[in-house]
């Protein structure tokens, strides 16, 4: 089946510095979408990217939909404690079906 | 605005006990449904997912079933536990389409002794 390789699988940062983490695929993607959950929770969608090139910004976040449609990447900025969690990327394969494809996970943490 | 609710939010059950989990979804109708299982705080394993009432499709064999009596309503269940049950379980509800936006409920956690 389709797969997502994401990276890195955990980081361990001090409080105001900056986190890049991305996704790639073997496969074209029509959407990006890039998730974070916290302990003991559901994961709660951050940014969702549906056209290639397209930059996005929420916050101290901001990620890319690769030019080539099989990456994308996921910036944190001045990073706090609370950004401490699990970052996912799904995306959905051009001529898939209702299925998304994630990636396994970053686990951050923060020292504050 | 859509909600999506769980429960139990926690459930401990002993080996070869029977499992029902419900998850309702507020605010749209006709949405797709999924169930997802994550083992040890990292991936998440899609088990089932359901584009309409009664239709349900099948991810990963396993001694879990699901059903949807409803539109709006997705249970997974099994009848007979087994210790490698225990995890988080997410349901998760999209508008519908190829690829759309998936937004997830808080979370089942199950402990299967």
């Known amino acids: 089946g389709q797969q997502l390789n994401q990276s890195p699988q955990s980081m361990f940062i001090q409080e105001g510095e900056d986190v890049s983490m991305n996704c790639t695929s073997s496969?074209?993607?029509?959407?990006w979408l890039w998730y974070k959950q916290d302990p003991g929770e559901g994961p709660v969608l951050l940014i969702a990217?549906?056209?290639?090139?397209e930059l996005t910004s929420n916050g101290r976040l901001t990620a890319q939909f690769g030019i080539t449609r099989k990456d994308s990447f996921l910036n944190i900025s001045a990073s706090i404690p609370s950004d401490v969690g699990i970052y996912f990327c799904?995306?959905?394969?051009?001529?898939?079906?209702?299925?998304?494809?994630f990636g396994k996970g970053m686990k951050l943490t923060v020292n504050p | 605005s859509q909600t999506i609710h769980q429960w139990p939010a926690t459930l401990v059950q002993p080996v070869g006990s029977p499992l029902s989990l419900e998850c309702t979804v507020e605010?749209?109708?006709?949405?797709?449904l999924y169930w997802y299982r994550q083992a040890a705080g990292r991936g998440l394993q899609l088990l089932f997912y359901s584009v309409g009432i009664g239709q349900i499709s099948s991810e990963v064999p396993q001694n879990l079933s699901a059903s949807r009596p409803q539109d709006r309503q997705f249970i997974l269940s099994s009848k007979k536990l087994l210790l490698s049950d225990s995890g988080f379980y997410l349901c998760?509800?999209?508008?519908?389409?190829?690829?759309?936006?998936?937004?997830f409920g808080p979370g089942t956690r199950l402990t299967v002794l």
């Open positions: 605010g749209t109708s006709n949405p797709n």
């Open positions: 496969s074209i993607f029509n959407t």
């Open positions: 990217l549906y056209k290639a090139g």
């Open positions: 799904a995306g959905a394969v051009r001529g898939g079906s209702e299925k998304l494809v």
């Open positions: 998760a509800w999209s508008s519908g389409g190829v690829g759309d936006t998936q937004y």
